[in-house]
Each structure stands twice: as C-alpha cells, then as structure tokens.
C-alpha cells in the first residue's frame, strides 16, 4: 500500500463517478471488502462460544460455560474499542488506505493462527484473537470514514451510499455463519476458523486491486504544516506504538510460558468497571472543565441517558454468540428431513431479517416524516429496548418448555421469533444512536461522541458475556431466570426511557434549531 494509485482520482472526480449502482466505482471496493471483513468476523464469532466450552475430547479446549462466554465478551468489547485508537493511527500516521490493508493483514493473520491452534495450541488460538482484534481496529473505523469522503456534496446520495454499504455488512454476516457453521461443526472446528480467513484473504486480493478505483482518498495521513513538529508528532506515535507492542508480546510470552494466569470473568469484569469509570470521569469533565454553557450541558444530559439505555440495550443484544447460541446448541430441535443444521445457521436470522426490514423501517420513517409524524430518536430508543424485551420474553417460555419437559427441545422458531424482535429493536436504535450523539453534542466534542458510542457497546458486549455462560444443560433451571431478568430488565429501561423523551425531544430539538 505505499504506492500511489494510478491514475489518481480527486474527490470532486470520485463523487461524479455513478459507475456502482449509481455511486462511485469506489465504493465497490469498500462494499466487498467490509463484507468479507464481516464475513471472518461473524464467521468465528459465535463458533468461539462453541469450540472452547466443547470437551477436549470433543476438539475443544473444555472451559467452563461462563469463561469462555466472558471471553467472547472482552473479544468483542475489544474489537469495539479498538476503533478508537485505529482511527487515531490512521489519522497521524498510516492515512485511511493504509490502515485499511494493514488491518486486514493483521485479521488475516489472526485467522490462519487460529486456524492452526489446533497444532500450535493455546497459545495460538489468543495470539490469533488479539491480532484480529488490532487489525479490526484499523479497518473498521477506517473504511467507514473512506465512505464519507466519496460524497463530499452529502445530502440523500451519501445517505444511500452508507446504505448499500450497510447492506454489504449484513451480507456477510448473513453467509458466514452458514459457511463456518457447517464446516466448523460438521467437518472439524478449525475448517469453520479457516474459511473464516479465506474470507478475509480474498477481501485483501479484491481491496489491492481495486484500490485505485479510491484515488487519492484517505491516501495520506493529516500532517502539520511544520515539518519538525510533524516528525516529532510521528516520533512519538511510533515509540507509543512499540512500547504498546512490546508489552503486548510480552503477555503472550509469559501466558505462553505458564507465568501467567488470566481468569477471564474477572477480566470482563475489570475491563467493565474500567470503561464504565472512564465514562463517568469523562462526562464529569463535561460537567465541569469543559466550558460548555447551559443548554450545552443539558444536552450533555441527554447524551449521558442515551449512553446508559444504549449499554443496556447491546447487554441484551449482544446475547446472541452466548446465550441464545448455546440454547441453539443443547435444547433447539435443529433436525430437517433427518438432517441436524448446524448451530450457527440460526444466528444469520438476525442479518437476514435486517436485509429484508432495513428499507422497511427507511421507507416507513420517510412516510411518516412526511405527515410530521417521525418518532423522535429516543422515542425509537425506547420502543427498541421494548421490542427486544418482547424478544427475550419469548425465549421465557420456550425455556419453561424444557424445565417441564424432563429433556426435550423445543422448535428452532422460538429462537428464530426472539431474533426478529430483537432485530426489529436493533433497526429502531441503532441507526439512530451515533446521529443521536453527534446532534446532541457540544459541537467542539461531536468527534469525541462516536467514541461514546463505542464505549457503550463495548461496555454492553462485556455484560453479555458475564451473563451468557448461564445457559447450561446440566441445569435446565437457570435459564427461565436469565431470559425473565433480561425481559423485565429491557421493559423497565423502555417505561424509565419514554419518561424522559419529552424533555430529550426538547433538547434536541434545541440542537436542530441552533444547527
């Protein structure tokens, strides 16, 4: 990636260029390379849950139910808030373009050692983890910022644009796990981990080369005007970068050597009191250091409610590799016609129903916006956390089912009606919450709102880590408390929330008037 593509395209020549559907030719590239991106990421995602709770008999690594969900939890968070720092190397020193091939390098790695765990070992298999959850880091952020800059003019072009790169998101997440689900549980675990990272391997071949289609996009990194202070700027981005580094290697080191020992629930849990203090101490700068005036820090307010209804709502979400995946796995009768599908094909019902819907709820925000009638935005926070309520009410009763039952398996549309719920709550907040942020923020901090953004889900990945090892054959009881507390947890949050959206719709409205 250091050289210069040819021939370059501007910006201005870039937004001209209808060539994909009415859009940049560029923007193909990014589409395809996000989704199989997507497709290594959810390809081993819920199979991680899977592979180390298996018995080592079984090929698996034999942890316990709770460890290896609180894994799956730091993985995600870490993916997650690896896209602060990602974004932030990209800006100083690799530029957009780079960050993107290197990141994807880096995931690729991740892959292939994963893959060979299965003779290298432990060691290996988090080794791979942490080089995915780096690379994640600088490609997600990254790409997304690229799409921006191929419609410099905004308005309802950019808007479809990110749409039908969206689209290329849940397309992946929509074959992987069909592709890793069938190989990994019905082949061996490291054919699904494989596949995975053939996925992100052609990703890498497309994105070389077709990266000239992007020109001169996101090709250089920002630089100050003076030259010696830009190379100090470098200097101590490339020292910070090494001493991370190195202390990193140093972990696997002395986890490698059995010098050190990690218990992963207390780790979730540590990673989860630390973001949530730096939540804390970050709106109290807010409050109190930051200058802002009244109105601006009642906005604020409103960003910190966001904040919290945000993390619960992903808590319950973010459930689906854990819980709901491991209820898939032991009590969903998953047999047609005398097959038994694979665990994993039931987690693409959460892409395939965002596929179908997503124009759905556009068209229908549009039409209601037209007669004046488009719910506010934490109005459709609110019916999300209502909706996915309804969709772990659900697996309510589907859990009794078993505990009265002495051993049966219910019928996979359980799953498959709590999936669409929840994605009918995903599609009413998740579009809606970074626009919330960044309308409600002060505006010399709406760069940092995304950051908020992350943290939440970061910090809502973590909690449904803890919570999602509590699925468990050989007691069958937990499992109607688990899915009853998260179910009445995600209804209070909606009654606590739709208190509050009078004085939030005022504030934002506030926002709109001054922008």
């Known amino acids: 990636m250091d050289r210069v593509p040819a021939p370059a395209m501007t910006q201005p020549a870039a937004a001209a260029d209808t060539r994909f559907f009415g859009h940049p030719r560029g923007l193909s590239t990014l589409f395809f390379t996000e989704m199989w991106e997507r497709f290594s990421f959810y390809g081993i995602r819920p199979l991680l849950v899977l592979y180390m709770a298996a018995a080592i008999t079984s090929g698996g690594f034999g942890f ?17 808030l690896g896209s602060l720092p990602g974004g932030w190397v990209a800006d100083r020193l690799l530029g957009l373009q780079r960050a993107i091939w290197y990141g994807g390098c880096l995931i690729a790695a991740g892959h292939i050692c994963i893959g060979l765990s299965e003779f290298l070992g432990r060691a290996a298999f988090f080794s791979g983890l942490i080089l995915i959850v780096l690379g994640t880091g600088l490609l997600k952020p990254n790409i997304s910022a690229i799409v921006g800059e191929l419609y410099p003019e905004g308005g309802a072009r950019r808007d479809a644009g990110f749409s039908l790169f969206y689209m290329g998101i849940n397309i992946g997440a929509l074959l992987a796990p069909l592709v890793t689900g069938f190989l990994g549980e019905k082949v061996g675990w490291h054919y699904g981990f494989g596949a995975a990272g053939l996925g992100m391997i052609i990703g890498l071949i497309q994105y070389r080369l077709t990266v000239p289609w992007l020109g001169t996009l996101g090709l250089e990194p920002t630089r100050h005007p003076d030259p010696a202070v830009q190379a100090r700027q470098e200097m101590q981005i490339k020292l910070g970068l090494g001493v991370f580094l190195a202390l990193l290697v140093l972990l696997v080191v002395l986890g490698m050597a059995g010098m050190l020992h990690i218990n992963a629930v207390a780790v979730s849990q540590s990673m989860g009191y630390a973001i949530a203090t730096m939540a804390v101490l970050y709106f109290l700068y807010l409050f109190t250091l930051a200058g802002l005036t009244g109105d601006e820090k009642k906005r604020v307010v409103a960003i910190l409610v966001l904040f919290v209804f945000a993390t619960i709502f992903w808590a319950a979400f973010e459930q689906a590799p854990t819980s709901l995946n491991l209820f898939a796995a032991d009590f969903t009768d998953r047999t047609v016609l005398g097959w038994e599908m694979p665990t994993l094909w039931l987690q693409s019902a959460n892409s395939f129903f965002v596929i ?5 709820f556009a068209a229908l925000w549009v039409a209601l916006g037209r007669r004046g009638g488009n719910p506010s935005s934490p109005t459709k926070f609110a019916l ?16 009794q089912r078993i505990q009265a039952g002495g051993g049966i398996r219910v019928s996979p549309w359980w799953l498959i009606t709590s999936f669409f719920f929840q994605t009918m709550g995903e599609l009413c907040l998740s579009p809606v919450g970074l626009s919330s942020m960044t309308k409600l923020a002060p505006r010399k901090f709406t760069g940092q709102m995304m950051g908020v953004w992350f943290m939440a889900t970061a910090l809502g990945n973590l909690i449904a880590g803890l919570v999602g090892g509590h699925v468990n054959p050989e007691n069958p009881a937990e499992m109607p408390a688990l899915f009853t507390q998260t179910s009445l947890f995600l209804l209070g949050s909606a009654v606590v929330l739709g208190l509050l959206i009078i004085p939030i719709r005022r504030m934002m409205a506030q926002t709109q008037t001054e922008g």
């Open 64 to 80: 316990s139910r709770t460890e290896a969900s609180a894994i799956v939890g730091i993985y995600a968070a870490s993916v997650y």
């Open 356 to 360: 179908v819907f997503a124009p759905v």
């Open 384 to 399: 999300g956390l209502l909706l996915a309520s309804i969709g772990f009410g659900v697996m309510i009763f589907a859990a």
